[in-house]
């Protein structure tokens, strides 16, 4: 402590004022180190040349972006059209991320919405429940999801046995394997956030908006959905983005047809065929999309506020 | 009374919550443009009751009538009936506007007649500045105005209020209690208020309905339950008063003769019909005048001074040990006994009472 500082006088907050700098130096160090460090290098190379097997060539170069979005034909001499594959890539990983989500949401929000009504001690057992997946590693948990649901697997067997269906369901390497992978791989990052919504939810609010002539589903879409909304676009997101940059299951589940981004950036950065700068522009791209929704989110969350 | 003079009607209703049983049997009549008081101590089953009337709980036994119309199983959201609640329940995602406007939206007002009668509703309450505003920029009064506003715009049959005043500091607690008493007054709506503040009770109410254990003990005009309770808890429960083990030499109707501690015959009214035997006279301590000791109803000694402020109350010991207290108002020319002093008890004829246990 400063030696002119005045005896007692000073509360908590006084004390520790000088001291705010160094105090918060070990996180501004941490979020510097493992947070801007590596998204720099990323936006670095991306304009970098690339070398042939793998690995760049520091030399300034926009090709990267230029494949990303132009054809310039196979020998790069063509005058230059769009490029549709990757923007097509990115469409159709945005719209499994978003559905993908959406399906979380109409699971999860039921979900959440029960165990927050439950006695608080069934609650933590059901918490726990949702979470017990998460004990096992993301890609032995996929790889396990194929082999439930692949041709030969349990889950055909059993209904072949059954009689339900007379030959395989043919459910692996399509959009609906994916669609089950990312449901399963992120169902709880819908689930907890909206849990926690839920439990803070004054259930007076309900019995308020019944008194004044509102029935169930008005009183659902009115005031239910509007207070937990935090939690519901918390969840959102947590589910879009990573089911949006997710490999795995598009990997193991979906095969070639359902290629995503993920894919595409891993594919990059993978052995010696890989095209570092590429991948980083991808990524950066990416990254751009991600923090335009987060944007378009925060504005909104400000509008509520001040109307 | 014709029974369209009757708002709400609870005949004979019965409430378990597995083998306990909040209300047993609770009857009362509440008049049209009446404000009418549930008074008892915590757990006697007033939220319970105001519960089953909006339609949050259902009853077990019993009905409940609105203008002769019975509500059972019909759910909350189709009672013409409107609740301010004990910790207001306001939306906090909509300004204070919105919020008064909700009920009125809900019974298919149209949005320009909605915004205007909800903010006659604010002026009313006195809040027209801070429609805008939302719930949590406003202070605890202000919300509980709101609270009301909101419950009042669709012009509810009757209102219930859950011990609305009860997040209110004591200052707010009693210019609002001025305050709803006129509103109630100028919107002509009854009203039925929750509270378990005798005091509250006592200055607000048309009439009050005083329960305890789950069933109404007393029902009548603050000045009938205040000066002829009926029974032991009603006296004790409402206002402060002595409770004295008498004996019953006879009871003829309404009047009963007893024999007070001391030996000295007394003529008072009666509660019930009472059997002869030991009964308890309760005494109000403003109702007691001292004078001097001898050929008073009875002596006593002082044994302490509580300071008031508008009165000062003494403790005083009978010769049998039983304690008592008496108030006398605090004014120039009180003289106050001093500790020690045997002083004479004269109990205003009238003024107390035997009751049933
Ligand atoms: N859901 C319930 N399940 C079981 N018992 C209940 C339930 N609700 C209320 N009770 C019981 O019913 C009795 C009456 O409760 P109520 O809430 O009506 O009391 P109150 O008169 O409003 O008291 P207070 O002044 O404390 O609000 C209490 O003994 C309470 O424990
Ligand atoms: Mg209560």
């Given at each position: 402590m400063a030696a002119g500082a005045p005896m007692g006088a000073g509360t908590s907050s006084h004390i520790y004022e000088?001291?705010?700098?160094?105090?918060?130096?070990?996180?501004?160090?941490?979020?510097?180190?493992?947070?801007?460090?590596?998204?720099?290098?990323?936006?670095?190379?991306?304009?970098?040349?690339?070398?042939?097997?793998?690995?760049?060539?520091?030399?300034?170069?926009?090709?990267?972006?230029?494949?990303?979005?132009?054809?310039?034909?196979?020998?790069?001499?063509?005058?230059?059209?769009?490029?549709?594959?990757y923007i097509g890539i990115f469409w159709r990983s945005i719209w499994q991320a978003g559905l993908a989500t959406f399906v979380c949401l109409?699971?999860?929000?039921?979900?959440?919405?029960?165990?927050?009504?439950?006695?608080?001690?069934?609650?933590?057992?059901?918490?726990?429940?949702?979470?017990?997946?998460?004990?096992?590693?993301?890609?032995?948990?996929?790889?396990?999801?194929?082999?439930?649901?692949?041709?030969?697997?349990?889950?055909?067997?059993?209904?072949?046995?059954?009689?339900?269906?007379?030959?395989?369901?043919?459910?692996?390497?399509?959009?609906?394997?994916?669609?089950?992978?990312?449901f399963y791989s992120y169902l709880p990052f819908m689930v907890l956030p909206i849990y926690a919504a839920v439990e803070r939810y004054d259930f007076a609010l309900s019995e308020a908006a019944a008194d004044l002539y509102s029935g169930a589903w008005t009183t659902l879409r009115l005031i239910i959905l509007p207070v937990v909304k935090p939690g519901i676009i918390a969840g959102c997101i947590l589910v879009f983005v990573p089911?949006?940059?997710?490999?795995?299951?598009?990997?193991?589940?979906?095969?070639?047809?359902?290629?995503?981004?993920?894919?595409?950036?891993?594919?990059?950065?993978?052995?010696?065929?890989?095209?570092?700068?590429?991948?980083?522009?991808?990524?950066?791209?990416?990254?751009?999309?991600?923090?335009?929704?987060?944007?378009v989110y925060a504005r909104n969350q400000n509008k509520t506020e001040i109307r | 009374?014709?029974?369209?003079?009757?708002?709400?009607?609870?005949?004979?209703?019965?409430?378990?919550?597995?083998?306990?049983?909040?209300?047993?049997?609770?009857?009362?009549?509440?008049?049209?443009?009446?404000?009418?008081?549930?008074?008892?101590?915590?757990?006697?089953?007033?939220?319970?009751?105001?519960?089953?009337?909006?339609?949050?709980?259902?009853?077990?036994?019993?009905?409940?009538?609105?203008?002769?119309?019975?509500?059972?199983?019909?759910?909350?959201?189709?009672?013409?009936?409107?609740?301010?609640?004990?910790?207001?329940?306001?939306?906090?995602?909509?300004?204070?506007?919105?919020?008064?406007?909700?009920?009125l939206l809900r019974k298919g007002w149209s949005k320009v007649e909605a915004v205007r009668r909800g903010q006659d509703v604010l002026d009313l309450v006195q809040l027209a500045?801070?429609?805008?505003?939302?719930?949590?920029?406003?202070?605890?009064g202000q919300q509980q105005r709101v609270a009301l506003a909101r419950a009042l715009a669709p012009r509810p049959e009757v209102l219930l209020l859950d011990e609305p005043l009860s997040a209110l500091d004591l200052k707010l607690r009693q210019s609002v209690r001025s305050e709803l008493k006129a509103l109630q007054r100028e919107t002509g709506i009854a009203f039925i208020f929750v509270t378990h503040d005798q005091e509250e009770a006592l200055t607000m109410s048309?009439?009050?309905?005083?329960?305890?254990?789950?069933?109404?003990?007393?029902?009548?005009?603050?000045?009938?339950?205040?000066?002829?309770?009926?029974?032991?808890?009603?006296?004790?429960?409402?206002?402060?008063?002595?409770?004295?083990?008498?004996?019953?030499?006879?009871?003829?109707?309404?009047t009963a003769s007893v024999v007070l501690p001391g030996g000295t015959p007394f003529t008072c009214p009666a509660a019930t019909v009472l059997d002869p035997g030991r009964g308890h006279l309760s005494a109000r301590p403003e109702r007691i005048r001292i004078t001097a000791p001898g050929d008073a109803h009875l002596d006593a000694v002082v044994t302490g001074h509580t300071y008031l402020g508008t009165d000062i109350q003494l403790q005083v010991r009978l010769s049998d040990g039983e304690v008592m207290s008496v108030r006398l108002q605090n004014s120039e020319t009180t003289s106050v006994p001093e500790v020690g002093q045997t002083i004479g008890l004269q109990l205003e004829e009238g003024a107390a009472r035997l009751l049933a246990d």
């Open positions: 000088g001291n705010a700098p160094r105090l918060m130096a070990p996180s501004w160090i941490f979020i510097g180190f493992f947070l801007l460090a590596p998204v720099i290098m990323m936006a670095v190379y991306s304009f970098l040349t690339k070398e042939f097997r793998g690995g760049v060539i520091w030399e300034f170069s926009l090709a990267a972006y230029d494949q990303f979005f132009f054809d310039r034909g196979l020998f790069g001499d063509e005058p230059p059209s769009i490029e549709w594959t109409l699971i999860g929000f039921p979900t959440a919405w029960f165990i927050a009504t439950r006695d608080p001690q069934s609650r933590s057992i059901w918490l726990f429940l949702v979470t017990i997946p998460y004990w096992v590693n993301l890609l032995i948990r996929t790889v396990s999801m194929k082999f439930l649901i692949r041709d030969t697997g349990p889950l055909n067997e059993f209904l072949l046995q059954v009689g339900v269906i007379g030959e395989p369901l043919g459910l692996i390497n399509t959009n609906f394997a994916v669609q089950l992978g990312l089911s949006l940059g997710a490999f795995l299951a598009p990997d193991l589940l979906g095969g070639a047809k359902t290629f995503m981004i993920g894919s595409l950036i891993e594919e990059q950065f993978k052995g010696n065929a890989g095209n570092w700068p590429f991948g980083a522009a991808a990524s950066m791209i990416l990254l751009t999309i991600v923090l335009c929704i987060l944007l | 009374m014709a029974s369209q003079d009757i708002a709400v009607s609870v005949d004979q209703v019965v409430k378990h919550y597995g083998n306990f049983t909040a209300l047993h049997g609770v009857s009362l009549d509440i008049r049209e443009s009446e404000f009418f008081t549930l008074l008892g101590p915590s757990g006697c089953g007033k939220t319970t009751l105001l519960r089953a009337i909006a339609g949050f709980e259902s009853v077990s036994e019993g009905h409940i009538l609105l203008k002769g119309e019975d509500l059972t199983g019909l759910p909350p959201h189709q009672r013409p009936v409107n609740t301010v609640f004990q910790q207001y329940a306001l939306f906090p995602h909509m300004t204070v506007l919105e919020n008064v406007m909700f009920g500045e801070f429609a805008k505003r939302k719930p949590t920029q406003l202070s605890g048309d009439r009050i309905a005083v329960m305890s254990n789950g069933r109404v003990q007393q029902i009548g005009s603050p000045k009938e339950i205040y000066e002829a309770p009926v029974n032991r808890f009603v006296a004790d429960f409402v206002g402060e008063t002595n409770l004295l083990d008498v004996e019953i030499a006879s009871i003829d109707g309404g």
